[in-house]
T-cell receptor, first 114, second 109 residues
């Protein structure tokens, strides 16, 4: 099993640019989660999908953030325009059936916005 | 609102010195209490799930226990390779998991 796959692993961009983060969940998992991790706030849930449908996006900071899951094997998190305060590590995780089942995390994308 | 609080924030131990990490939670209808290990530059790695008060699970030098308000991660005779950040998360209702901020554990040789 390849586990959760995220790309890119590192992204450095300038303020105002569009950033797209990608995630491939574990095959057969029905729920997918996007988290942001910072030293100050720890792991914060941004949004999660169940069967490709967004269920809770109350953690998305503002309208600059958007997420899609066009099929069961792919999801994107987009930030447009990016700002320096968006710098963080973004994790994708998936779980098998219920959103509170064990979640398995990807390696993360470290985003730096200059 | 679900809340998870971990203590201490950081812990430094000598190799072989046993200790416990604490996770206090307030969750409506707990579906599971999860422990993860996170190494620098990596994603959280799943360790244990506990479902009901009184349950215990073990893996090598780690043992997790659960009460109605807290969970403990006991580390027995730790080794330097046990150094990591340990995260606790609680699952309740349909809102996914709520994570604590973690305990940064350092085991000195």
């Amino acid at each position: 099993d390849a586990g959760v796959i995220q790309s890119p692993r590192h992204e450095v961009t300038e303020m105002g640019q569009e950033v797209t983060l990608r995630c491939k969940p574990i095959s057969g998992h029905n729920s997918l989660f996007w988290y942001r991790q910072t030293m100050m706030r720890g792991l914060e849930l941004l949004i999660y999908f169940n069967n490709n449908v967004p269920i809770d996006d109350s953690g998305m900071p503002e309208d600059r953030f958007s997420a899609k899951m066009p099929n069961a094997s792919f999801s994107t998190l987009k930030i447009q325009p990016s700002e320096p305060r968006d710098s963080a590590v973004y994790f994708c995780a998936s779980s098998s059936i219920h959103p509170t089942d064990t979640q398995y995390f990807g390696p993360g994308t470290r985003l730096t916005v200059l | 609102e679900d809340q998870v609080t971990q203590s201490p924030e950081a812990l430094r131990l000598q190799e072989g010195e046993s200790s416990s990490l604490n996770c206090s939670y307030t969750v409506s209808g707990l579906r599971g209490l999860f422990w993860y290990r996170q190494d620098p530059g990596k994603g959280p790695e799943f360790l244990f799930t506990l479902y009901s008060a009184g349950e215990e699970k073990e893996k090598e030098r780690l043992k997790a226990t659960l009460t109605k308000k807290e969970s403990f991660l006991h580390i027995t005779a730790p080794k330097p390779e046990d150094s990591a950040t340990y995260l606790c998360a609680a699952g309740g209702g349909a809102d996914g998991l709520t994570f604590g901020k973690g305990t940064h554990l350092i085991i000195q040789p």
